[in-house]
């Protein structure tokens, strides 16, 4: 008797994960990069501009350096807003999309995000500046979850992981859009073109809407949403509130209270929290840092404030821009490496190398040279691990919590990390501001790079998904 033969790869499992993908599956691939593209080039836009809108908003003119701790903090609470509202939004609309389904919930999320950024830039004063960026802050929140599982669940299992890590890789064009927007806007600014080239930066941000075009059209519901509906449960009708109501808030409950799915939820928020603190308190302050450091350059030429404010807002595009031109290779990195390692060694990696890379930027960056070298590293490293969360993420829960369970990870995560800006901008203005404006950011910088850290005592207690199908 002969022993049964070992099966071998398929044919399709050999291909590459690009090849042998129906014209839908491009298309749905196209929309759902888009869709985050396009909310991280809205977010990137905020970074950029959030320093001078601050400075415009409080009456300060460019020449008063005495104001520079106050604007920073003001930039900060500003910033953490920003990332409250993202969190509320992405836990409420990641609900909906279970709920209500990705496509319609995509729809909602990309009107949200463009039209609140445009009114930033309507702003006649930080309160309602803070309104608008938190209102903005909803829309952003919620586009990651329902594009991460729309494209989960459309992909075959063999394409899945390098397309969420292509889909997350391709988000930093979005950022570089808006770094270009800088720049173009900065030289416009310096020549008098444009007087307040925040405003016009933010009005550029509705351009997304133009999305909802396709979504409307031609994006349908994965047929594996389709059939976890079918598999649910009838309801009772309880009133539009309460239908509201339980809409949101059903799925969250059913997340934590499934003790299968409740450890998952914990670890990948600790992950997300260390990701987003790491970027958002740290990584995206290299630009208020290039202004500290080279604002005394430019007032040294003998530039007037307007020609000053314009060198500085083009040197900021023009970080932004290499910073996300590392962070596209660093996410796309995590991808081959988590498939070659698995997720928990490449996390690893990525948090060590964020730690590293960033405290270095903090301690050495004071020269226009450093902003090609080492702005670079530390945006392949910090953005590395965000490649970890579109991949990571929808691998841990089942289809009918997908988009909750992911949107939990990545946005109470958030919800918690909104504090990091404020304790920068704390740091910045209070523990070191004795130390001076350039050397008080610095250190504060520094400090708070202990939070990757947190990411490693984590990944002990995370469970390995590398080449299991997606959970059901």
Not at 328 to 336: H, I, K, N, Q, T
């Amino acid at each position: 008797m002969h022993p049964a033969p070992t099966p071998s790869a398929s044919p399709a499992s050999s291909l590459p994960w690009y090849r042998g993908l129906s014209g839908y599956q491009w298309f749905v691939f196209a929309v759902a990069t888009l869709g985050w593209l396009f909310d991280t080039m809205d977010q990137q836009l905020f970074n950029l501009a959030r320093v001078s809108a601050v400075r415009t908003l409080l009456g300060v003119t460019p020449a008063d350096t005495s104001r520079a701790g106050q604007i920073s903090e003001i930039a900060g609470y500003s910033t953490t807003i920003f990332m409250i509202g993202w969190a509320l939004g992405g836990i409420l609309f990641g609900a909906l999309g279970d709920k209500l389904g990705r496509a319609r919930t995509m729809l909602m999320t990309v009107l949200t995000y463009s039209a609140f950024t445009g009114l930033s830039g309507l702003a006649v004063g930080v309160i309602d500046f803070c309104v608008y960026r938190f209102l903005t802050g909803l829309g952003v929140g919620g586009q990651f979850a329902v594009g991460v599982a729309l494209v989960a669940e459309t992909m075959p299992d063999r394409s899945r992981p390098y397309a969420l890590g292509m889909l997350q890789a391709l988000s930093a064009v979005g950022n570089m859009l808006a770094a270009l927007t800088s720049m173009l806007l900065g030289r416009l600014e310096e020549s008098g073109a444009v007087g307040q080239a925040w405003r016009a930066m933010f009005f550029i941000g509705l351009a997304p809407a133009v999305l909802a075009i396709p979504i409307m059209t031609r994006l349908r519901e994965p047929e594996k949403w389709v059939e976890a509906v079918k598999a649910r449960q009838p309801t009772t009708r309880r009133g539009f509130l309460a239908d509201l109501f339980h809409t949101i808030f059903d799925p969250i409950a059913e997340l934590f209270a499934d003790p299968r799915w409740r450890p998952h939820a914990l670890v990948g928020l600790v992950l997300a929290l260390a990701g987003v603190v790491g970027l958002w308190g740290i990584g995206f302050f290299s630009f208020d840092l290039i202004d500290t450091v080279m604002r005394p350059h430019f007032e040294r030429q003998g530039l007037s404030p307007q020609e000053v404010n314009g060198r500085l807002t083009f040197w900021k595009g023009i970080t932004s821009l290499v910073q996300n031109a590392g962070a596209f290779f660093g996410v796309y990195s995590f991808a081959l490496v988590a498939q070659r390692t698995g997720r928990r060694p490449a996390f690893a990696i990525a948090f060590v190398l964020a730690a590293a890379a960033t405290f270095i930027v903090f301690w050495q960056l004071q020269a226009f040279w450093q902003i090609f070298v080492l702005i670079p590293i530390m945006g392949f490293c910090q953005l590395a691990i965000f490649g970890g969360y579109a991949i990571y993420f929808p691998e841990l829960f089942p289809t009918r919590l997908r988009s909750t369970g992911t949107s939990v990870c990545y946005n109470v995560g958030r919800l918690i990390a909104a504090a990091g800006p404020t304790m920068l901008g704390l740091l910045t203005s209070r523990v070191y501001a004795a130390a001076g404006p350039e050397r008080a950011i610095r250190y504060a910088g520094m400090t708070m790079c202990a939070v990757f850290l947190v990411g490693l005592l984590a990944l002990p207690f995370a469970p390995e998904t590398k080449g299991k199908p997606l959970p059901e």
